[in-house]
């Protein structure tokens, strides 16, 4: 950065001081003479726990900034009045309570007029969609983890916000951005208990949020109080038990042992007769043992089923359970006066369907936070996080682009192979070692006026290995042959384990911030933020075989500069938030000026890319994003509201500065400082509706228009000397949706939430994916290139229902209730199946559907509180209905997949084959195989025959990898909950 830069950045800071942290809420409202209406001027507003206030203005009017979000006690005193307390005023952040007090002249004997505050049930200054979840919702449902938190919103799924990538949604906890800076994805190691509440926003969101397009997860944590001790601990534990249906991937009548034990066949070989025609085709093929004989070595076909038997011994039965502890202290801080902590640490253990090089994947998180009152209007805030994973790098034979760790069933299950079963070493261990520093100083300058200045500074550490080598001493494993200890052990020339990442980053934010309720109707926010990066990328594969080794290796420091000016107008009945954004980012490094086809990208030349290139300075970007909500309420419980907004977020880090080659110089994939911002255009209408104070209903529409996102076009010369992959700016969506939601948040007995979301995506890409020198091969590829994908909507629903009783339900046994303090919690979902093109022999290309999935999960928990201590025991039962639904993952290949798809009936397809069947419909493992038979003369018993078969599904050919067909079966997990 230019020395000119720098001295306008730092002027920047110096005008524009700081702005609003979304973190905190704000009262205001008017004070008024109860007898004659008008407004009192200089009424003291007091919020007691906190130790701020303000007083009214010759309007009536008040306002208190930066309050910490949850319930408070507000105290309105004036001389001549009688004192005002309003119990209860609850905070959200982002948002304003608007509190209106009566106060009445002083009357002898009366001293405190003591209400109780009730918030509307619609927030009437929040134009966008937005969920709340407190502490007291989350030990509610039957969840463990700030992931599952969001899913729970209408238009989330998996992490992704209305059809945006985990990477365009932001993870706020206390204001701190905590988003990993390579790959830009949330990082949710979190604890738990600590958490006071979640906000998740799926639209509307202010110009004072940057580089991202999909969502934003604010996340409040617990707080040390000042003059006590607090703490909580939470632990939760599933009994070791098979995370699939039917027999172990292990037993000897799974697809990757039988055909080789089973005497049937293992001797003669599967295509001996010894197995009927269709479980030929459900296994591998064998030529069988007695091919083994060999009288010159003397190997026997014995021996050699016992030398095989010895390098498939593994077995891979979970022994663990599946375990979680949260814990969290905090109080004052010993020995130091206004000085206040709080301790939080997590630990997971999750294992694997089968296991790989671990067993699975494993998380520890600490957290230290700290708060220091220099005064009643400064506080400062610090934060030491550091947190490590560990589990398996999933990409065996290429580098590793963007860090990911391998976690959850499925996604296991699509990776088992053989060698990947009985092999240990086969796909690498792989840790994330993350640390950072947060620290924010906030000032209120009056009541209405604060500014906050915020730094963050984080490293990440990446580390993929092998395992220790393999033990190649030989061992007698029967009379007569000798053995290393195969399959254990990492060996180079078992072409596994290939896959490595040793890269360091680290990132460093400064921001500051500032905002001032100017009057009753605009508070304007204002900031400017700096982010700089050190990405010191080392992927690479490695392998004695220079065939399989490649390199992927850059340092680049890029640059962001951000500001914004928002204001917030508050009407009767009208209250809007404008906002513009501007935003520079700069990537600090080089392009290439190559032609697309130049020999440098070509084996031999492409080493030495580099020094030999002519390079110039990637062009910085430059963008403004402007920003709009309005919010009309209708009544006291109901309005209007609508955003619109243009938001920007910058490609990850292996599309901006990725250089792939092999051992021998082919450069296979080049990436593109010079990226465009993706860019995401997003519109949204929605209503909210308040029903007998009690239920709300929340409608809304939305809009997205996606461009400028990265994609990698292919560039191949005539004679194939030069293939890679170049980044481009080419892919673009088009997200539409309605979202409906109906919810009771609380209640004395019952509460609980519905919602359904409808969306349609369609996608595509400008251009083209391919470029060919060859002016043949490039009009044939473009006969043949699809541009668009065909909008498929995939509709799904949630809903809650919890039911408690209350304190003192009940009879009462030596002055206690035993059955107060019950609850149950369901949570139960349904998603629409997914929808791709068949090609059928009879239709031609039609779509077909995969069936829908229902999932309804249970808690059950009983507390016990005892003065101001609180113990909660549960049970969560996921998957309470035991539901099966048929997984990709155990299909053993295309033709297996094929094999099961033609053997369905569809509503197109006619004759014996016609039928009601989706993508999904399966046979069950005690019903024999047996297909349908033609009959066209009509006979009887056949068409009894048919019809029974059609009863059973006997007629469907199963995924040969029965024990991974089916995942995820009923689980139990136990847990206790203790807070003090």
Known sequence: MTKQLTRRVLLLFILMNTIFSATTGKISGYVTDTESGE??????????????????????????LNVRPGKHELRASMIGYTPLIMQDVDVVMGLTSSIDLSMSSEILGMETVTVVSERPIVAKDLSGSQLNVDSESIEQWPI????????????????????GSVSQTAVMVDGFLSNDSRSNGPVTTLSLSSVEEIQVQSGGFNAEYGNIRSGIVNIVTAEGSADHYSGSFYYQNSPAAPKHYGISPFDEDSYFLRPYLDDAVAWTGTGSGGWDAHTQDQYPSFEGWNSYNNPETGMTATAAQQEWIYEHRRTGEI????????????????????????????????????????????SNSSRLKLNYDLSVNQKLIATLLYSEEHSVNRYNWTTVPEGNLLRGTYSVANLVTSAGLFTPAYYSPYSIFRGRFDVSYNHMLSSDSYFEIVFQHGQTQYQTYEMEARDTTKLEIFPGYFHDEAPYGYNSADWMSLGRDTSHTSSTLLKAEYTDQINSSNQIKMGVQLNFYDLQIRSYTESDKDTWSRTMNYDVVPVRISGYVQDKLEFEGFIA??????????????????????????????????????????????TLSPRLGISHPITDHSKLYFNYGHFYSEAGSTYRFRLQRESNGLVTNLGNPELEQERTIAYELGYSHGISNTYILDLATYYKDITQQPGWVIYKNATGSVNYRKAESNNYQDIRGIEVTLSKPKGRIFSGFVNYTYMVKTSGYFGLLRQFQNPQEQRDYENHNVVDSKPRAQPYFRANLSMRTPDKFGPSVAGMHPAEGFELSFLASNKTGSQFIYNSPEAGDVFVQWVSQWDVDLRVQKSISVGGVSLVAFCDIANLLDNKYLSYSGFSDQFDYADYLSSLNFSFEEGIDHGDDYVGAYREDDVAYDPLVPNPDNDPQIAADNERRRETKSYIDMPNYRSLTFLNPRKFTFGLRFNF
């Open 577 to 622: 938030n404008l906002g513009l954004r501007a935003e520079y980012s700069s990537a600090n490094t080089d392009v290439y000026e190559l032609d697309a086809y130049d020999d440098l990208f070509k084996q031999g030349l492409g080493n030495n890319l580099e020094e030999l290139a002519e390079k110039q300075d990637a062009k910085p970007t430059f």
């Open 144 to 163: 463990s983890s700030i992931t599952a938190v969001l899913g729970v919103q209408a238009g989330v799924d998996n992490m992704q916000v209305r059809g």
């Open 319 to 362: 022994t663990k359970p599946d375990q979680t502890l949260d814990l969290g202290f905090g109080g004052p801080f010993p020995g130091v006066s206004k000085l206040r902590f709080y301790l939080s640490l997590r630990s997971e253990d999750e294992q694997f369907i089968v296991p790989l090089s671990r067993d699975g994947y494993s």
């Open 39 to 64: 407004p009192l001027i200089g009424v003291n507003i007091f919020i007691s726990d906190l130790g701020t206030g303000a007083a009214t203005d010759i309007h009536g009017y008040f306002a208190i």
